[in-house]
């Protein structure tokens, strides 16, 4: 102030006009705070950041990467010149009228405050980019948490900048709020009820990203790629982008695939048909083909011992009887599918592996084969069903049966030429 009143009588000493003097003085006061707030904002960013992420770049903790990030530093030092500003703006203005040294310092408060919001942003970005690529973090949808944050963080912003232009109190503010929370929970809707889900989804473990989930109804059957506040983007087999709000997640029914991949095995669970008029009786020379089979070799002789104590008890001969019954090639066939299973290594034996009978109907007997694959990624896994499958379709001639198939039109060609 003394500098100011000093200036201002020399510029009269000099027989300047007293009012354009005041002036005079004010603009060099005010180009004095300026400059120095640009030497505040040049000193912080040339010499204090430079510092700082010298420092930060020695140290081996995670916390000072994130919060020194350069970027976060960068708009943190945006905070500088207008706080230089906003102090010393009432010396330069000191003989100005409190409306118009008001309006500055408000000026100055916004622009603080909107600095302060994309410092805070672009510490929760950083915070999200290094967080995202821990592995424990990964499965977590962390996306869905920073938008929820973002949205929080300049809600109250704006509502802040609102209030200062209006010179109420940002309280009061929100309170004459309350009676627009209708409107406002319409218009947000969305978030808020993604946000909820999200909640949800995390908590109780239902969604990660990098699960496979498939949900028909909205043509979603692939992996999940991200999870943010308001959808969840699923990367279809098929290369397509199906996106879900989350609220729909929760609401309705979807088949996650998380479980099959960390259990023993992924189900297979396919039939084949059985020409029913190919099943017989087996006799004794069928059964010492069989028996040349190596995964039979056991089973025919078990099967022998007990047909011989059973003959022996009932007074029986030349009958080929298992627990009272004469046994069947379908029979054989079904205990060397069940043999060929378990010797195979991708075959899941510790859970449950089976061949059985489904209902006959005209296109044959089904024999269904289940049992639960080791390897469980999609091409692979498909190559195990191809293989197994394509050993029963070979093998089935020589058990005496034969494969149920409709007959095409070549068969009815070839039927009518030899008529």
């Not at 239902?206 to 506040?229: F, H, N, R």
């Not at 190919?278 to 002789?301: A, G, H, W």
């Not at 999609?378 to 190559?383: N, Q």
Request: glycine content about 4%; hydrophobic content about 50%; overall charge neutral.
């Amino acid at each position: 102030m003394d500098l100011l009143n000093n200036i201002d009588k020399l510029l009269v000493s000099w027989g300047m006009n007293p009012q354009t003097a005041d002036w005079l003085d004010q603009f060099i006061a005010f180009a004095l705070v300026l400059i120095l707030a640009f030497a505040a904002d040049l000193i912080c960013r040339k010499v204090l950041l430079r510092a700082i992420a010298r420092l930060v770049a020695k140290t081996k903790a995670t916390w000072d990467d994130i919060l020194f990030n350069r970027n976060v530093m960068v708009y943190l030092s945006h905070m500088v010149a207008p706080v230089v500003i906003y102090l010393f703006i009432p010396i330069a203005f000191a003989q100005t009228d409190s409306v118009t040294l008001s309006f500055i310092r408000r000026l100055c408060f916004i622009y603080i405050i909107f600095a302060f919001l994309l410092f805070i942003n672009s510490f929760l970005k950083a915070a999200y980019a290094v967080y995202s690529e821990k592995e424990s973090m990964r499965d977590r949808p962390l996306k869905g948490l920073l938008q929820t944050l973002q949205v929080s963080l300049w809600s109250i912003g704006i509502i802040i900048v609102v209030a200062e232009l209006l010179g109420k109190s940002p309280f009061s503010l929100l309170a004459g709020l309350g009676a627009s929370a209708a409107i406002l929970m319409l218009v947000f809707k969305d978030s808020i009820m993604g946000f909820v889900s999200g909640v949800q989804l995390s908590a109780n473990d239902m969604l990660k990203v990098g699960d496979w989930i498939t949900m028909p109804k909205y043509g979603a059957d692939g992996i999940v790629i991200e999870v943010t506040l308001n959808t969840v983007k699923v990367r279809n087999f098929d290369n397509t982008i199906t996106t879900i709000p989350p609220y729909l997640l929760v609401s309705d029914s979807f088949q996650n695939w998380r479980g099959m991949r960390e259990s023993g095995g992924r189900r297979v669970k396919r039939s084949i048909n059985i020409d029913m008029t190919s099943v017989r009786f087996c006799t004794p020379e069928m059964l010492e083909k069989y028996r040349k089979i190596q995964l039979l070799k056991d089973y025919i002789e078990q099967t022998e011992a007990v047909v011989e104590a059973y003959n022996k008890e009932n007074g029986i001969d030349n009958e080929v009887l298992v627990n009272g019954r004469r046994q069947t090639n379908l029979g054989v066939f079904r205990a060397y599918l069940t043999a060929y299973l378990k010797s195979l290594p991708v075959v899941n034996t510790e859970l449950n592996c089976m061949v059985r009978h489904l209902q006959p109907t005209d296109h044959g007997l089904p024999v269904e084969l289940y049992f639960f694959s080791t390897i469980k990624d999609w091409i692979p896994y498909e190559g195990v069903q191809a293989d197994v499958f394509d050993h029963v379709l070979a093998i089935i001639p020589e058990f005496d049966l034969r494969v149920f198939q409709s007959p095409s039109g070549a068969d009815l060609r070839r039927l009518t030429e030899s008529n």
